[in-house]
Protein backbone atom coordinates (compact mmCIF):
# COMPACT_ATOMS: atom_id res chain seq x y z
CA UNK A 1 0.00 0.00 0.00
CA UNK A 2 1.06 3.57 -1.10
CA UNK A 3 0.60 6.91 0.36
CA UNK A 4 1.02 9.77 -1.26
CA UNK A 5 0.62 9.76 -5.30
CA UNK A 6 -2.60 8.97 -7.02
CA UNK A 7 -3.49 5.50 -7.34
CA UNK A 8 -6.20 4.92 -10.06
CA UNK A 9 -7.82 1.91 -8.22
CA UNK A 10 -10.47 1.31 -5.36
CA UNK A 11 -10.78 -0.54 -2.31
CA UNK A 12 -13.89 -1.99 -1.33
CA UNK A 13 -16.28 -3.29 1.35
CA UNK A 14 -18.41 -6.18 0.79
CA UNK A 15 -21.25 -7.16 3.32
CA UNK A 16 -23.48 -9.99 2.80
CA UNK A 17 -26.63 -8.71 4.05
CA UNK A 18 -27.35 -11.52 6.52
CA UNK A 19 -28.24 -9.71 9.29
CA UNK A 20 -26.72 -6.26 11.42
CA UNK A 21 -23.15 -5.57 11.09
CA UNK A 22 -21.24 -5.98 14.65
CA UNK A 23 -18.22 -4.50 15.70
CA UNK A 24 -15.96 -7.48 13.90
CA UNK A 25 -17.41 -6.39 10.39
CA UNK A 26 -16.94 -2.49 11.62
CA UNK A 27 -13.66 -2.82 12.28
CA UNK A 28 -13.06 -5.04 8.98
CA UNK A 29 -14.93 -1.79 7.31
CA UNK A 30 -12.65 1.11 8.66
CA UNK A 31 -9.48 -1.10 8.04
CA UNK A 32 -10.44 -1.42 4.27
CA UNK A 33 -12.04 1.67 4.33
CA UNK A 34 -8.44 3.62 6.04
CA UNK A 35 -6.63 1.47 3.28
CA UNK A 36 -8.16 2.92 0.31
CA UNK A 37 -8.04 6.52 1.28
CA UNK A 38 -4.61 6.23 2.88
CA UNK A 39 -3.36 5.10 -0.85
CA UNK A 40 -5.45 7.74 -2.40
CA UNK A 41 -7.72 5.19 -3.49
CA UNK A 42 -11.44 5.34 -4.61
CA UNK A 43 -13.67 3.30 -2.06
CA UNK A 44 -16.41 0.68 -2.96
CA UNK A 45 -19.19 -0.73 -1.10
CA UNK A 46 -20.63 -3.82 -2.60
CA UNK A 47 -23.66 -5.83 -1.16
CA UNK A 48 -22.97 -9.39 -1.58
CA UNK A 49 -26.62 -10.64 -2.27
CA UNK A 50 -26.51 -13.46 -4.50
CA UNK A 51 -27.73 -15.93 -2.09
CA UNK A 52 -30.68 -14.50 -0.51
CA UNK A 53 -33.69 -13.06 -1.77
CA UNK A 54 -32.57 -9.05 -1.65
CA UNK A 55 -33.36 -7.83 1.62
CA UNK A 56 -33.46 -4.04 1.20
CA UNK A 57 -34.08 -3.44 4.72
CA UNK A 58 -30.93 -5.55 6.03
CA UNK A 59 -28.48 -4.06 3.58
CA UNK A 60 -29.49 -0.37 4.45
CA UNK A 61 -29.18 -0.76 7.92
CA UNK A 62 -25.75 -1.90 7.23
CA UNK A 63 -24.85 0.95 4.67
CA UNK A 64 -26.37 3.23 7.45
CA UNK A 65 -24.27 1.44 9.98
CA UNK A 66 -20.98 2.45 7.66
CA UNK A 67 -22.41 6.02 7.26
CA UNK A 68 -22.24 6.27 11.04
CA UNK A 69 -18.96 5.42 11.76
CA UNK A 70 -17.65 7.81 9.03
CA UNK A 71 -16.98 5.18 6.59
CA UNK A 72 -18.10 7.03 2.85
CA UNK A 73 -17.80 5.52 -0.56
CA UNK A 74 -17.80 6.64 -3.78
CA UNK A 75 -20.44 5.73 -6.68
CA UNK A 76 -23.65 4.10 -6.09
CA UNK A 77 -23.98 0.97 -4.07
CA UNK A 78 -23.41 -2.15 -6.52
CA UNK A 79 -26.15 -5.07 -5.81
CA UNK A 80 -24.67 -8.14 -6.59
CA UNK A 81 -27.54 -9.51 -7.72
CA UNK A 82 -27.61 -6.86 -11.00
CA UNK A 83 -24.49 -8.02 -11.86
CA UNK A 84 -25.40 -11.21 -13.72
CA UNK A 85 -24.41 -10.66 -16.96
CA UNK A 86 -20.83 -10.15 -15.91
CA UNK A 87 -20.86 -13.14 -14.26
CA UNK A 88 -21.87 -15.18 -16.90
CA UNK A 89 -20.03 -14.04 -19.62
CA UNK A 90 -16.99 -14.85 -17.63
CA UNK A 91 -18.42 -18.25 -17.12
CA UNK A 92 -18.90 -18.67 -20.80
CA UNK A 93 -15.22 -16.93 -21.14
CA UNK A 94 -13.93 -19.92 -18.85
CA UNK A 95 -16.18 -22.65 -21.17
CA UNK A 96 -14.72 -21.33 -24.57
CA UNK A 97 -11.52 -22.11 -23.19
CA UNK A 98 -12.04 -25.59 -22.38
CA UNK A 99 -12.42 -24.76 -18.42
CA UNK A 100 -15.80 -26.06 -17.24
CA UNK A 101 -17.78 -28.64 -17.42
CA UNK A 102 -21.04 -29.68 -15.79
CA UNK A 103 -21.38 -31.99 -12.44
CA UNK A 104 -24.32 -34.10 -11.37
CA UNK A 105 -22.85 -34.89 -7.81
CA UNK A 106 -24.85 -34.55 -4.88
CA UNK A 107 -22.97 -32.75 -1.22
CA UNK A 108 -23.53 -36.49 0.60
CA UNK A 109 -21.71 -38.44 -2.95
CA UNK A 110 -18.84 -35.86 -2.91
CA UNK A 111 -18.02 -37.05 0.78
CA UNK A 112 -18.39 -40.58 -0.10
CA UNK A 113 -16.42 -40.69 -3.25
CA UNK A 114 -12.43 -41.52 -2.78
CA UNK A 115 -10.34 -38.60 -3.07
CA UNK A 116 -8.41 -37.72 -6.24
CA UNK A 117 -4.90 -38.71 -6.30
CA UNK A 118 -3.64 -35.56 -5.62
CA UNK A 119 -6.52 -33.41 -3.71
CA UNK A 120 -6.44 -32.28 -0.23
CA UNK A 121 -8.85 -33.93 1.86
CA UNK A 122 -12.60 -32.53 0.90
CA UNK A 123 -11.34 -31.65 -2.37
CA UNK A 124 -13.86 -32.50 -5.11
CA UNK A 125 -12.69 -35.95 -6.34
CA UNK A 126 -13.61 -35.10 -10.06
CA UNK A 127 -16.36 -37.72 -10.64
CA UNK A 128 -17.71 -35.64 -13.27
CA UNK A 129 -14.92 -34.36 -14.84
CA UNK A 130 -13.63 -36.73 -17.77
CA UNK A 131 -17.43 -37.57 -19.21
CA UNK A 132 -17.90 -38.47 -22.89
CA UNK A 133 -20.90 -35.95 -24.17
CA UNK A 134 -22.89 -39.27 -23.80
CA UNK A 135 -22.28 -39.75 -20.26
CA UNK A 136 -22.70 -35.94 -19.82
CA UNK A 137 -26.27 -36.53 -20.95
CA UNK A 138 -26.81 -39.21 -19.32
CA UNK A 139 -25.92 -38.09 -16.07
CA UNK A 140 -28.22 -34.72 -16.85
CA UNK A 141 -31.26 -36.92 -17.39
CA UNK A 142 -30.54 -39.31 -14.18
CA UNK A 143 -30.92 -36.10 -11.77
CA UNK A 144 -34.02 -34.30 -14.18
CA UNK A 145 -35.39 -31.86 -13.17
CA UNK A 146 -32.47 -31.30 -11.16
CA UNK A 147 -29.95 -29.34 -13.00
CA UNK A 148 -25.93 -29.92 -13.38
CA UNK A 149 -23.95 -27.58 -11.10
CA UNK A 150 -20.37 -25.51 -13.39
CA UNK A 151 -17.98 -26.58 -11.94
CA UNK A 152 -13.94 -25.45 -13.23
CA UNK A 153 -11.53 -28.00 -14.63
CA UNK A 154 -8.92 -26.43 -12.61
CA UNK A 155 -5.27 -27.13 -13.73
CA UNK A 156 -3.90 -29.81 -12.46
CA UNK A 157 -0.59 -28.49 -11.47
CA UNK A 158 -2.57 -25.58 -9.34
CA UNK A 159 -4.84 -28.58 -7.29
CA UNK A 160 -0.86 -30.90 -6.13
CA UNK A 161 1.50 -27.99 -5.99
CA UNK A 162 -1.48 -24.89 -4.81
CA UNK A 163 -1.43 -20.86 -5.86
CA UNK A 164 0.30 -18.71 -4.04
CA UNK A 165 -0.50 -15.21 -3.24
CA UNK A 166 1.47 -12.29 -1.38
CA UNK A 167 -0.48 -10.72 2.00
CA UNK A 168 -0.11 -7.60 3.46
CA UNK A 169 -0.97 -8.95 6.68
CA UNK A 170 -0.19 -12.62 6.69
CA UNK A 171 2.62 -12.60 4.39
CA UNK A 172 3.30 -15.48 1.48
CA UNK A 173 0.08 -17.80 1.26
CA UNK A 174 -0.39 -20.90 -0.59
CA UNK A 175 -3.59 -22.89 -1.01
CA UNK A 176 -4.59 -25.84 -3.04
CA UNK A 177 -7.17 -25.29 -5.73
CA UNK A 178 -9.93 -28.12 -6.40
CA UNK A 179 -12.64 -27.81 -9.51
CA UNK A 180 -14.63 -25.16 -7.69
CA UNK A 181 -17.97 -25.09 -8.14
CA UNK A 182 -18.75 -21.85 -10.45
CA UNK A 183 -22.39 -21.77 -10.71
CA UNK A 184 -24.94 -24.48 -8.33
CA UNK A 185 -27.58 -26.14 -9.73
CA UNK A 186 -30.22 -23.85 -8.97
CA UNK A 187 -28.50 -21.00 -11.19
CA UNK A 188 -26.68 -18.75 -8.26
CA UNK A 189 -23.32 -17.78 -9.44
CA UNK A 190 -20.76 -18.66 -6.71
CA UNK A 191 -19.11 -17.22 -4.58
CA UNK A 192 -15.83 -17.21 -5.90
CA UNK A 193 -16.68 -16.03 -9.18
CA UNK A 194 -18.63 -13.45 -8.43
CA UNK A 195 -16.10 -11.95 -6.46
CA UNK A 196 -13.46 -11.62 -8.64
CA UNK A 197 -15.39 -10.57 -11.66
CA UNK A 198 -17.10 -7.59 -9.55
CA UNK A 199 -13.80 -6.48 -7.88
CA UNK A 200 -12.31 -6.53 -11.50
CA UNK A 201 -15.21 -4.61 -13.28
CA UNK A 202 -15.92 -1.76 -10.29
CA UNK A 203 -11.94 -1.16 -10.47
CA UNK A 204 -10.91 -2.69 -7.42
CA UNK A 205 -7.34 -2.91 -6.43
CA UNK A 206 -7.02 -3.62 -3.25
CA UNK A 207 -9.44 -5.93 -1.33
CA UNK A 208 -9.06 -5.71 2.26
CA UNK A 209 -11.63 -8.36 4.91
CA UNK A 210 -11.64 -11.22 7.30
CA UNK A 211 -9.13 -13.31 7.27
CA UNK A 212 -11.97 -16.45 7.27
CA UNK A 213 -11.23 -15.51 3.85
CA UNK A 214 -8.24 -16.01 3.42
CA UNK A 215 -8.46 -19.67 2.31
CA UNK A 216 -10.76 -18.95 -0.54
CA UNK A 217 -8.13 -16.50 -1.86
CA UNK A 218 -6.11 -19.40 -4.08
CA UNK A 219 -9.14 -20.33 -5.59
CA UNK A 220 -9.91 -16.72 -6.54
CA UNK A 221 -6.64 -15.95 -7.47
CA UNK A 222 -6.23 -19.12 -9.89
CA UNK A 223 -9.28 -17.37 -11.55
CA UNK A 224 -8.32 -13.93 -12.27
CA UNK A 225 -5.57 -15.87 -14.18
CA UNK A 226 -7.44 -18.18 -15.95
CA UNK A 227 -9.58 -15.00 -16.84
CA UNK A 228 -6.75 -12.48 -17.76
CA UNK A 229 -7.17 -10.29 -14.96
CA UNK A 230 -4.98 -8.84 -12.51
CA UNK A 231 -4.65 -10.02 -9.01
CA UNK A 232 -5.48 -7.19 -6.48
CA UNK A 233 -3.30 -6.33 -3.46
CA UNK A 234 -4.45 -8.17 -0.29
CA UNK A 235 -5.10 -7.95 3.27
CA UNK A 236 -6.51 -10.19 5.31
CA UNK A 237 -7.54 -8.67 8.91
CA UNK A 238 -7.48 -11.15 11.89
CA UNK A 239 -10.95 -11.69 12.87
CA UNK A 240 -12.47 -10.35 16.53
CA UNK A 241 -12.75 -12.40 19.08
CA UNK A 242 -15.49 -12.19 21.81
CA UNK A 243 -14.86 -12.67 25.72
CA UNK A 244 -15.51 -16.36 25.32
CA UNK A 245 -11.85 -16.70 22.82
CA UNK A 246 -14.89 -17.63 20.06
CA UNK A 247 -15.19 -15.46 16.96
CA UNK A 248 -17.17 -12.29 17.95
CA UNK A 249 -20.98 -13.40 17.59
CA UNK A 250 -24.31 -12.53 18.34
CA UNK A 251 -24.19 -14.55 21.45
CA UNK A 252 -21.47 -12.14 22.86
CA UNK A 253 -24.19 -9.65 24.05
CA UNK A 254 -24.67 -5.99 22.48
CA UNK A 255 -22.22 -5.83 19.78
CA UNK A 256 -24.09 -3.95 16.92
CA UNK A 257 -23.96 -0.73 16.73
CA UNK A 258 -27.94 -0.73 17.37
CA UNK A 259 -27.19 -2.56 20.25
CA UNK A 260 -24.87 -0.77 21.65
CA UNK A 261 -27.16 2.83 21.13
CA UNK A 262 -29.67 1.01 22.77
CA UNK A 263 -27.14 0.22 25.80
CA UNK A 264 -26.13 4.08 25.76
CA UNK A 265 -22.85 3.67 23.71
CA UNK A 266 -22.99 5.87 20.29
CA UNK A 267 -21.01 5.60 17.09
CA UNK A 268 -17.97 8.20 18.19
CA UNK A 269 -17.42 5.68 20.90
CA UNK A 270 -17.67 2.59 18.57
CA UNK A 271 -15.14 3.93 16.38
CA UNK A 272 -12.87 4.70 19.76
CA UNK A 273 -13.07 1.38 20.53
CA UNK A 274 -12.03 -0.34 17.01
CA UNK A 275 -9.41 2.93 16.90
CA UNK A 276 -7.63 1.26 20.28
CA UNK A 277 -8.01 -1.68 19.04
CA UNK A 278 -5.77 -1.01 16.15
CA UNK A 279 -3.42 1.12 18.14
CA UNK A 280 -4.30 4.41 16.49
CA UNK A 281 -6.20 6.19 19.59
CA UNK A 282 -5.31 6.31 23.16
CA UNK A 283 -7.69 5.59 26.49
CA UNK A 284 -10.00 8.28 26.40
CA UNK A 285 -9.28 10.05 22.73
CA UNK A 286 -12.39 9.87 20.44
CA UNK A 287 -11.02 10.68 16.93
CA UNK A 288 -13.17 10.49 13.71
CA UNK A 289 -12.65 8.38 10.79
CA UNK A 290 -11.07 11.20 8.85
CA UNK A 291 -8.52 11.96 11.84
CA UNK A 292 -7.79 8.26 11.98
CA UNK A 293 -6.71 8.37 8.17
CA UNK A 294 -4.17 11.05 9.49
CA UNK A 295 -2.33 8.62 11.55
CA UNK A 296 -3.17 5.27 9.62
CA UNK A 297 -0.15 3.05 9.01
CA UNK A 298 -0.74 -0.29 6.82
CA UNK A 299 2.57 -1.89 7.84
CA UNK A 300 1.37 -1.67 11.52
CA UNK A 301 -1.78 -3.48 11.03
CA UNK A 302 -2.12 -6.19 13.73
CA UNK A 303 -1.75 -9.69 12.85
CA UNK A 304 -3.51 -11.17 16.38
CA UNK A 305 -6.80 -11.33 16.47
CA UNK A 306 -8.65 -8.52 19.09
CA UNK A 307 -10.70 -9.52 21.91
CA UNK A 308 -13.34 -7.93 22.54
CA UNK A 309 -14.72 -7.38 25.97
CA UNK A 310 -17.63 -5.14 26.89
CA UNK A 311 -15.51 -3.39 29.43
CA UNK A 312 -13.75 -1.80 26.25
CA UNK A 313 -17.01 0.39 25.94
CA UNK A 314 -17.68 3.34 27.94
CA UNK A 315 -14.95 2.77 30.32
CA UNK A 316 -12.98 5.84 29.33
CA UNK A 317 -15.60 8.06 28.01
N1 LIG B 1 -19.53 -11.04 1.51
C1 LIG B 1 -18.44 -11.61 2.26
C2 LIG B 1 -18.76 -11.55 3.73
O1 LIG B 1 -19.58 -10.74 4.16
C3 LIG B 1 -17.15 -10.88 2.03
C4 LIG B 1 -16.58 -11.18 0.72
C5 LIG B 1 -15.27 -10.47 0.42
O2 LIG B 1 -14.93 -9.48 1.09
O3 LIG B 1 -14.62 -10.89 -0.53
O4 LIG B 1 -18.19 -12.33 4.48
Not at 64 to 87: K, P
Not at 256 to 285: D, I, K, M, Q
Amino acid sequence: MTSGGAVAGAGRYAPSPSGNLHLGNLRTALVAWLCARTSRRAFRVRVEDLDRARDAGTANQQLDDLSAIGIDWDGAVVYQTDRGASHQAAIRRLDDAGLVYECTCTRREILAAPSAPHGAPGAYPGTCRDRTDAERRAARDRIAPRLPALRLRSPLADLRDGVEFRDVVLGAQRGEVDDLVLQRGDGTVAYNLAVVVDDHGTGVDQVVRGDDLAPSTPRQVMLQRLLGLPTPEYAHVPLVLGPSGARLAKRDGAVTLGELASAGVGPEEVVAVLARSLGLAASGERPTAAALAERFDPSALPSAPWTFSPDALGSDA
